[in-house]
């Protein structure tokens, strides 16, 4: 999926969204995976990444919670800037 987004400096506002989304669709789809422990792991590993890319690019989104994954598999640097008085490390 993110393949396709362009590699250049700055991400459109069209692309962050496009990221965005898809974040929200591997959330989805980690509910969905509730007994596929291996397909868990993948879809963890592709949302940290795509988030990764988005913080790359200078965007940090504050995700909707059906966008997020539960807080023990959301990348810290999202749990510090969206929880800073719940999450310190």
Do not use: C
Request: no cysteine; net charge negative.
């Amino acid at each position: 999926m993110t393949d396709h987004i362009s590699n250049h400096d700055n991400l459109t506002d069209s692309e962050a969204l496009q990221l965005e989304l898809y974040l929200g669709d591997l959330a989805m789809n980690f509910r969905g995976a509730k007994e596929d422990l291996q397909r868990r792991e993948e879809i963890v590993r592709e949302y940290h990444s795509t988030l990764a890319k988005l913080y790359q690019h200078g965007r940090y989104p504050n995700l909707d919670l059906d966008s997020e994954l539960p807080d023990k598999f959301m990348p810290e640097e999202y749990m510090r800037r969206t929880r800073p008085s719940r999450y310190s490390k």
